[in-house]
């Protein structure tokens, strides 16, 4: 229909698993990106690192979530000026922000665990 289509059907057809040559043969596509060596690894890495970001944003949300509500109960400035919008960006930005730091220590931790340094050199 459109510039779009034509691009989406396009990559449709190339991340097919395999395609047919002009004979009619059936061959499998080369793929652009190179596969871990031991996938199964690093997906359990990847999935320990969304684990550990998921806990430390929980612990966030409710350690950020008790003062600013208790704020906004006994503070004047704080009750006239933080409706219930800042207060869920307040709380929200803070369990974002400690998702992201603790997945991409844990995703540093586990690709530095995987690294193979000669340490004579």
Not at 89 to 114: C, G, P
Request: hydrophobic residues 45%.
């Amino acid at each position: 229909m459109g510039i779009m289509s034509d691009i989406r059907s396009y990559w449709e057809r190339q991340s097919m698993g395999s395609l047919r040559n002009a004979s009619g043969a059936i061959y499998k596509r080369n793929s652009f990106a190179i596969a871990s060596p031991d996938e199964k690894r690093s997906k359990a890495f990847a999935r320990e690192s969304v684990v550990a970001g998921f806990k430390a944003a929980a612990i966030a949300a409710v350690l950020s979530a008790v003062p600013v509500v208790v704020a906004c109960r006994k503070i004047p400035w704080a009750k006239r000026n933080l409706n219930h919008t800042a207060q869920a960006l307040i709380i929200s930005s803070a369990s974002i922000s400690a998702f992201f730091i603790t997945a991409d220590k844990a995703t540093l931790e586990s690709a530095r665990s995987n690294t193979h340094y000669d340490k004579t050199a």
